[in-house]
């Protein structure tokens, strides 16, 4: 009796333990449920924004009309060229570049005095008309021209729209919110577009695609047209050559410490997305020998990680500030990009399919510490009249940054092999991150807006009173 009695007690203590666990396993899943739930109604408070909520929808339907663009370009370009149709999407690429790098100061001097709502809408309009011409092209270099046409389009909206929402959204926590979102649709079109395009290539052919890009930009031009935007003062009585404004931005930048630390920030997320974009399939397909949708599971991680950074991003911002979230991803990102030098360089292994997937979850998480706050420092270091110079500068000094990555790892990989490819982006990111942590003031550890004589505005550049000084 007395056994029976101690097995009945040991048996009812255990059951009361599993129980337990039980309700911890639930109350730990319901924080975390809670904590999401939170997180997501928060950030998407600011959509309560009429404007702001009509120019995101712009954005997003855009985004996944170019996401359908990139899927039918490349199709097109094989249709063109066969088995040359790799060279014509380098070369394409190469253009879309140029014009992002070489005409966007260009074409923002031109265009800064002008009114946001036509400008904006006529970029739109032109992206629409060039992506109508791209089912009747025949020969590759017609492909060429339209691409820098578009791509010249597209340099003239996205900064003019970005240098926009600070003037519609000017509560600090609702832009962080609203850069947040951005990041997330950046994101998701990464991940949904093809999966889209793939859809819609079961029922229509390639050419049809470029219908669905052409009406994510028609749409895109209508919102902004129905949308009341923010009258911009601007300073009247200096005239300034097309070259001074041309070069303003990229000015204001060198002379403002936390700007040059951006532009090394750049260098430090160009190299990972190199390595991402560039040498993933051939990593996949040919180090490991797995199959094509492995390629889109691996894609995919990297662009989770970054969307649960960009989730996440108001939280850690309000409690950490941008120096110590930006300069967190600049000393995460060489650590990570190393390993996966390490994994490149081992023979394959039945365990490195799962450390890739973590790795590319780590790159994609770093690279949201930075690109999500980074136009918080834009907005601090320019007045209304000099956003627009200072947005389309970091559009181009940023792409810029691309064009010694995006080479970098595709032929030294052809050439010597993923190892030294991303060794080689390894030490890239390394310079980028020192000289991060060398430029970005001390003092701004607190957030505090940048003080007049660190910041560069159009009184110190035009000899104008500054709308706004800090």
């Known amino acids: 009796m007395k056994l029976g009695a101690a097995v009945g007690s040991i048996q009812g203590h255990a059951g009361w333990e599993q129980r337990l666990e039980g309700q911890e396993t639930s109350y730990y899943e319901c924080i975390s449920t809670h904590l999401c739930t939170r997180l997501v109604t928060v950030m998407l408070s600011v959509?309560?924004?009429?404007?702001?909520?009509?120019?995101?929808?712009?954005?997003?339907?855009?985004?996944?009309?170019?996401?359908?663009?990139?899927?039918?370009?490349g199709l097109l370009a094989f249709d063109l060229a066969g088995k040359d149709a790799?060279?014509?999407?380098?070369?394409?690429?190469?253009?879309?570049?140029?014009?992002?790098?070489?005409?966007?100061?260009?074409?923002?001097?031109?265009?800064?005095?002008?009114?946001?709502?036509?400008?904006?809408?006529?970029a739109d309009l032109l992206r629409?008309?060039?992506?109508?011409?791209?089912?009747?092209?025949?020969?590759?270099?017609?492909?060429?021209?339209?691409?820098?046409?578009?791509?010249s389009a597209s340099a003239t909206f996205t900064p003019a729209f970005q240098s926009l929402i600070p003037q519609v959204l000017k509560d600090e926590r609702d832009y962080t919110r609203a850069l947040s979102l951005s990041r997330l649709a950046y994101d998701m079109e990464a991940l949904v577009s093809p999966a889209l395009a793939a859809?819609?290539?079961?029922?229509?052919?390639?050419?049809?695609?470029?219908?669905?890009?052409?009406?994510?930009?028609?749409?895109?031009?209508?919102?902004?047209?129905?949308?009341?935007?923010?009258?911009?003062?601007?300073?009247?009585?200096?005239?300034?050559?097309?070259?001074?404004?041309?070069?303003?931005?990229?000015?204001?930048?060198?002379?403002?410490?936390?700007?040059?630390?951006l532009l090394a920030l750049n260098l430090v997320v160009a190299a990972p997305t190199a390595l991402v974009l560039v040498n993933t399939v051939v990593y996949v397909r040919e180090t490991l020998h797995r199959p094509a949708t492995d390629l889109a599971l691996a894609l995919a991680c990297f662009g989770v990680g970054s969307m649960i950074v960009a989730l996440c991003a108001p939280k850690f911002l309000d409690s950490f500030g941008d120096r110590v979230v930006m300069l967190t991803g600049a000393a995460l990102l060489p650590v990570v990009l190393a390993?996966?030098?390490?994994?490149?360089?081992?023979?394959?292994?039945?365990?490195?399919?799962?450390?890739?997937l973590g790795l590319w979850f780590l790159l994609g998480a770093g690279n949201s510490t930075i690109l999500t706050p980074s136009s918080?420092?834009?907005?601090?270091?320019?007045?209304?009249?000099?956003?627009?110079?200072?947005?389309?500068?970091?559009?181009?000094?940023?792409?810029?940054?691309?064009?010694?990555?995006?080479?970098?790892?595709?032929?030294?990989?052809?050439?010597?092999?993923?190892?030294?490819?991303?060794?080689?982006?390894?030490?890239?990111?390394?310079?980028?991150?020192?000289?991060?942590?060398?430029?970005?003031?001390?003092?701004?550890?607190?957030?505090?807006?940048?003080?007049?004589?660190?910041?560069?505005?159009i009184e110190q550049s035009t000899g104008e009173r500054a709308q706004r000084g800090h």
């Open 47 to 73: 959509l309560k924004n009429t404007t702001y909520r009509r120019l995101f929808s712009a954005q997003v339907v855009a985004l996944v009309g170019t996401g359908l663009l990139t899927v039918a370009l």
């Open 86 to 122: 790799g060279a014509v999407m380098g070369t394409a690429l190469t253009v879309k570049m140029a014009a992002y790098v070489g005409f966007a100061p260009v074409i923002n001097a031109l265009v800064a005095r002008l009114p946001k709502k036509p400008v904006l809408i006529g």
């Open 128 to 151: 629409a008309g060039m992506a109508l011409c791209l089912p009747f092209i025949t020969e590759t270099w017609q492909i060429y021209v339209l691409i820098f046409v578009l791509q």
């Open 199 to 261: 859809l819609l290539l079961t029922v229509i052919s390639y050419n049809n695609l470029f219908l669905g890009t052409v009406v994510g930009f028609l749409f895109s031009a209508s919102m902004v047209m129905f949308t009341r935007l923010p009258r911009t003062e601007q300073a009247a009585g200096v005239q300034t050559s097309l070259w001074h404004r041309t070069t303003l931005g990229t000015r204001i930048f060198w002379r403002n410490r936390r700007l040059r630390s």
């Open 339 to 356: 390993g996966a030098t390490v994994l490149t360089f081992l023979p394959p292994g039945p365990g490195q399919w799962w450390w890739l």
């Open 376 to 457: 918080r420092l834009l907005r601090n270091a320019s007045t209304e009249e000099t956003a627009p110079y200072v947005f389309t500068a970091q559009f181009s000094l940023s792409h810029a940054c691309y064009i010694i990555t995006y080479p970098l790892a595709g032929w030294i990989g052809a050439a010597f092999g993923l190892g030294p490819a991303a060794l080689a982006l390894t030490f890239i990111a390394m310079i980028g991150s020192a000289g991060a942590f060398l430029s970005w003031p001390r003092h701004s550890l607190t957030d505090a807006p940048a003080v007049e004589t660190e910041e560069v505005t």
